[in-house]
């Protein structure tokens, strides 16, 4: 009988890869999107727009990025991945559970540089990327590029109709790449928007 990593190797097989899919997958990778959302929540929308504001804002970033990034790179040269994109389900949940200490220490930097706002953020990321990384763990390899979707609600803060929209685009825009790369299944794909919705809206 096949185990759920043979699964996961054999739909990677089957996938066909496009020049157009690696362009969402880099453009709304989980770096870019929390990113980008730890600056929206920062500058309030746009009304706290300060030299102070942003320059905290990229510290906070740093961190919150930088650290899982660094992770990424060091597990690919120590052969604790295989791939970039962890596609073999037993090495995913221990970068995601290294990771979420990652945007736990950048939320205490956003606290300790006045950013209220996104520290929350923050938070609930951490607790988004400890549930996908239990669900990955035990149950099956939640899409994180679907997790992270869930910033779109932050930016429905503001304009709760952009919001929506940017939602719906980004998850359908992910699930369409990651199906025809092969990384995903559909319903590892809606999980993962799941838990980020829930995460950001709920928590």
């Known amino acids: ?13 089957a ?8 362009v969402v997958d880099e453009t709304l990778h989980p770096f870019v999107v929390g990113g980008a959302g730890v600056v929206v ?9 300060s030299p102070a504001t942003l320059l905290g804002a990229i510290a906070v970033v740093a961190v919150a ?6 992770i990424l790179r060091h597990s690919l040269r120590t052969g604790r991945l295989t791939d970039r994109q962890a596609v073999r389900r037993a090495e995913r949940w221990r970068p995601l559970a290294l ?9 205490g930097v956003a606290v300790a ?17 400890g549930v996908a990384a239990l669900l990955t763990r035990f149950v099956t390899k939640v899409s994180l590029h679907t997790t992270a979707a869930g910033f779109a609600v932050t930016v429905g803060r503001y304009a709760p109709a952009w919001g929506v929209a940017l939602g719906l685009v980004t998850v359908a825009a992910l699930c369409w790449g990651r199906l025809r790369q092969g990384r995903h299944t559909l319903g590892q794909l809606l ?7 829930t995460m950001f809206v709920v928590a």
Do not use: K
Request: charged fraction near 15%.
């Open 99 to 107: 990771g979420g200490l990652c945007l736990l220490a950048a939320a």
């Open 1 to 13: 009988m096949g185990t759920d990593e043979d699964a996961d190797l054999a739909r990677l097989r």
């Open 41 to 49: 929540t920062a500058i309030d929308g746009g009304a706290r727009v």
């Open 65 to 70: 990025v930088g650290g899982p990034w660094a």
């Open 113 to 129: 540089l006045g950013l209220p706002a996104s520290a929350l953020f923050l938070g609930r990321g951490v607790l988004a990327t």
């Open 15 to 22: 996938g066909r890869p496009s020049a157009v899919a690696r």
């Open 191 to 197: 999980l993962g928007a799941g838990v980020g919705t």
